[in-house]
């Protein structure tokens, strides 16, 4: 009988340890119970992806395929040039695609198949952590920098930095301004894109509000233009709260 009693005590005492632990806060116990919390890095993918189309090559190449291959560019020097597009031969209208650790940007460089002792056509691409880039159609220009015939793309995800919107600005159900976007992934330095909103919106909303891009909000800008600017992201389609 006693050992019972003890056995039923020591089952109580337990049942209210328990408890208490999801009661006490700051006690080291870390439980997640999933929801919107900030993970740090907004799922932001590992690689990074490239896609183009040739779309002219000079009369000289006329029917011939192509190499398509990136060489990442840091600090000025080219390293990693063994990245290759996964199509193995790329020909006029075809379009090829590169993925890897492609940040924080890349010589692409585009030769013959069968020489790749030199290029034809190069070009340097800003690439932001686990972004898709897409470069739409390419004109090769022999001995000369690759011509993009349409506006670069770029679609990545990232959270609102601390003093991320704090030039953002509503009018006319339209955000205006810009806002900050920080992205943070494993093996990549933290990078800050300015994201310039001009008239955009928020998926899904008919009256966004700028503190729905509140400091530490994930978010996904996707198809993104390129302005030639550093680090620098024009917002075409509506920002994607996730």
Do not use: W
């Not at 000289?60 to 060489?71: L, M, N, P, Q, R």
């Not at 585009?110 to 030199?118: A, K, N, Y």
């Amino acid at each position: 009988m006693h050992t019972r009693t003890c056995a039923s005590a020591v089952k109580i005492y337990l049942f209210f340890l328990f408890i208490s632990l999801f009661a006490v806060s700051g006690c080291g116990l870390d439980i997640d119970f999933g929801g919107t919390g900030n993970n740090g890095n907004a799922d932001v993918a590992d690689e990074e992806t490239i896609e183009g189309t040739i779309k002219n090559v000079p009369s000289t190449y006329e029917g011939a395929s192509f190499v398509i291959k990136a060489c990442v560019v840091e600090d000025g020097d080219l390293r990693n040039c063994e990245v290759r597009a996964l199509e193995e031969d790329v020909f006029e209208d075809e379009k090829f695609s590169l993925e890897g650790n492609l940040d924080p940007e890349i010589e692409l460089q585009v030769f013959e198949t069968g020489d790749e002792s030199d290029d034809i056509a190069t070009r340097i691409i800003e690439v932001f952590p686990g972004a898709k880039i897409d470069i739409g159609d390419i004109d090769i220009n022999n001995k000369e920098e690759i011509v993009f015939l349409e506006e670069v793309e770029v679609t990545f995800n990232g959270e609102v930095d601390v003093e991320g919107n704090v030039n953002c600005t509503e009018e006319d159900d339209e955000l205006n301004g810009k806002i900050l976007i920080r992205i943070s992934t494993e093996g990549s330095e933290t990078v800050v894109v300015t994201v310039r909103l001009d008239g955009t919106g928020i998926e899904g909303e008919d009256n966004p509000r700028c503190n729905q891009l509140a400091p530490g909000r994930e978010v996904e800008i996707r198809d993104g233009e390129l302005t030639g600017e550093p680090r620098t992201v024009r917002a075409e389609e509506p920002i994607r709260l996730l």
